[in-house]
């Protein structure tokens, strides 16, 4: 399904589906050692949706499939934005923001302090699958989950004040597998709103979009990689879904608006975390290693 402005999808559908891809990662990074994701519902979210091809890989616990090509750096992806929340926590932060939540379940899954506050954004029918599934499975948060259904390209900021969002407090924000999907000039307009949301002391982690020229060597390589799976690669095509048009230097922007910011490399990452990648396209490999970050905010809004 080609992007189009305005669009919209549920879980099986366009950028949906991406998120269900994900969980299926998820799942079988179970299969994995060590495991990183610890994500008890990934599984249930899989076979509640209703594709075929990912929903037998997880049953099956298929390490050959495209799901599984996922796996391996689904978990590292997690568990670095897992650490990111829980030192956010440490630091005396209660009030969370996941935006494009999609199928994550930390709200449920992570040890969150007392008091503390999730804000999950993304689409009506995303939301609503997901807790409907976790409902049937009897989960209960570990914080107060608060969901706002909101498309990230309308007034995002105003249905999270409407929702409870206290712009006084730190924040902590993750952005995790959005903002490829998001337009160079969507992208830059988010972090200028998270900029005016973000009291001091607040955190954020975030996966950066493709510069110009970078997808289409990038969507090649993974494409190569996963047609090699056993279900011959049943993954989007990313070229229909991300975007590389010019964006802003986000890091740059947010050091000149009172933020430190900490580049990150999740390939050096996963060493850490005592599973190095293995076998990735080399253009994933260097996604891996550029693309994120973290950044705390020290000095009043400007």
């Not at 994995?32 to 091809?53: N, Q």
């Not at 008091?115 to 989960?139: M, N």
Request: glycine letters at 8%; proline letters at 7%; hydrophobic letters at 45%.
């Amino acid at each position: 399904m080609v992007r189009s402005e305005g669009d919209s999808w549920d879980i099986v559908t366009s950028v949906g589906h991406t998120a269900l891809a994900v969980a299926a990662g998820r799942a079988l990074d179970a299969r994995l050692d060590p495991p990183l994701a610890h994500d008890d519902h990934a599984a249930a979210f899989v076979a509640a949706a209703g594709a075929p091809e990912l929903a037998a890989a997880v049953a099956a616990g298929d390490m050959t499939s495209s799901a599984a090509f996922n796996a391996q750096w689904v978990g590292v992806r997690t568990r670095f934005f897992d650490n990111f929340f829980a030192d956010a926590a440490g630091a005396g932060v209660r009030q969370q923001v996941i935006l494009a939540a999609g199928l994550d379940s930390r709200a449920y899954r992570l040890p969150w302090p007392a008091i503390t506050t999730v804000f999950e954004l993304d689409q009506p029918k995303v939301l609503q699958f997901k807790e409907e599934v976790l409902r049937r499975s009897g989960a209960q948060p570990s914080a107060r989950r608060v969901p706002v259904a909101v498309d990230l390209r309308e007034d995002w900021p105003a249905a999270l004040r409407v929702a409870g969002f206290d712009a006084g407090q730190p924040t902590g924000w993750i952005l995790e597998g959005l903002l490829p999907y998001l337009p160079g000039a969507a992208q830059d307009a988010l972090f200028e709103r998270l900029n005016v949301l973000s009291a001091p002391g607040s955190w954020v982690a975030a996966e950066l979009g493709p510069e110009p020229g970078e997808l289409d060597r990038l969507a090649s390589s993974i494409k190569t990689a996963v047609d090699d799976t056993s279900d011959g690669g049943t993954q989007p095509n990313l070229r229909d879904l991300w975007f590389d048009d010019p964006r802003a230097d986000t890091k740059a922007w947010l050091g000149g608006h009172g933020w430190t910011v900490t580049p990150a490399n999740l390939v050096e990452a996963a060493i850490t975390y005592g599973r190095p990648l293995h076998d990735l396209p080399q253009a994933f490999e260097t996604f891996l290693s550029t693309k994120f970050f973290t950044a705390v905010r020290d000095h009043p809004r400007g």
